[in-house]
């Protein structure tokens, strides 16, 4: 398995504010896209003057505490997301994904509670 992208994603109901206090300590903003799927993700990409990349994600309506996990991108998307359901991981989507004309991605808790959000872009 490929895994093209691999750093750490924060899920919040309140994206701003922590995207905020990233830029505080020297982060800025990548893209910032709003409405993204079905599930209506707002998703801030971040990174640093070292290379670091941060993600912030709101889910519209998410109202749970802030939750951290990892952002993986992977080249064969059903490879990596079979061999994670095989080890316990479960899709909070169900049989979903959130699907874009450049990717798709399914997010996936383990069963120790950590989450990858499991990505795909698909290549021009």
């Known amino acids: 398995m490929e895994i093209t992208t691999f750093n750490p994603q924060i899920v919040t109901k309140d994206a701003e504010s922590v995207a905020a206090l990233f830029e505080e300590l020297g982060f800025e903003r990548r893209h910032d896209q709003k409405g993204i799927g079905e599930f209506g993700v707002r998703d801030i990409r971040m990174k640093n003057e070292n290379g670091f990349y941060l993600d912030i994600s709101q889910p519209e309506g998410y109202e749970h505490a802030?939750?951290?996990?990892?952002?993986?991108?992977?080249?064969?998307?059903?490879?990596?997301?079979?061999?994670?359901?095989?080890?316990?991981?479960?899709?909070?989507?169900?049989?979903d994904k959130v699907i874009t004309k450049s990717s798709e991605s399914a997010f996936l808790i383990s069963p120790t509670s950590f989450a990858i959000n499991l990505i795909k872009h698909h290549r021009k």
């Open 66 to 95: 802030d939750m951290v996990g990892i952002r993986m991108n992977v080249r064969d998307f059903e490879e990596a997301y079979e061999l994670l359901i095989s080890k316990g991981f479960k899709n909070v989507y169900g049989d």
